[in-house]
């Protein structure tokens, strides 16, 4: 009982505590230690489909985007039932990260506003990033773009070239250039 008590009470404070770090947030940690070609080569099946929706989203064409978040989830849920039930290093960090992915990926489908639609994007390209990042993908660079937004967290998505436009705005036509690399520690 008084074990319980402490764990609220920790809870409590922990709740009420206001973060004022000013340190920037990591959204993944590249580990290259956990790379495998047949991680990378699923990966990269994701990663296309992943600038399909992009497309989509700066486009405004929602049939697009759903098409390709549909056949992002067939892929993952194809390599997930494919992973060896034996090792579990592939079913912590696969498994794990492919189920966070299919979270955003099934918001996606079911949000049908514009601001949620691009919110259910914004976290996509975080998981796909942390996804990315641990299981160590080589295959291919992979830039990653940040945008500072007044008072709200940045823009990010990831590309496989240095620039890319906005997907987010289709009427901002500015070209940006990567701010990080992902294989970079």
């Known amino acids: 009982m008084k074990y319980l008590v402490f764990l609220i009470l920790v ?38 489909g992943y600038q399909i929706v992009l ?19 067939v892929n993952t849920d194809s390599i997930i039932k494919n992973v060896p039930i034996s090792d579990t290093l592939q079913q912590n960090l696969i498994v794990a990260g492919l189920q966070a992915l299919n ?19 914004q976290m996509l390209s975080i998981q796909l990033i942390h996804y990315l990042g641990q299981i160590g993908y080589k295959k291919s660079n992979i830039y990653i773009f940040k945008i500072p937004v007044d008072n709200k967290e940045d823009l990010v998505w990831l590309s496989l070239t240095k620039t890319s436009k906005n997907p987010y705005n289709a009427l901002d036509k500015e070209i940006y250039t990567a701010s990080e690399i992902l294989q970079e520690p």
């Open 103 to 121: 979270g955003e990926l099934e918001a996606i489908i079911l949000d049908t506003h514009p601001v949620a639609v691009n919110a259910e994007v």
């Open 11 to 48: 809870g409590i404070t922990a709740c009420g505590s206001n973060n004022t770090s000013t340190g920037t947030n990591t959204l993944w940690e590249y580990t290259p230690q956990n790379q495998h070609d047949s991680w990378d080569q699923n990966a990269l099946k994701i990663i296309n």
């Open 55 to 73: 497309k989509g989203l700066s486009t405004n064409d929602s049939s697009l985007l759903l098409e390709a978040t549909h056949q992002i989830l």
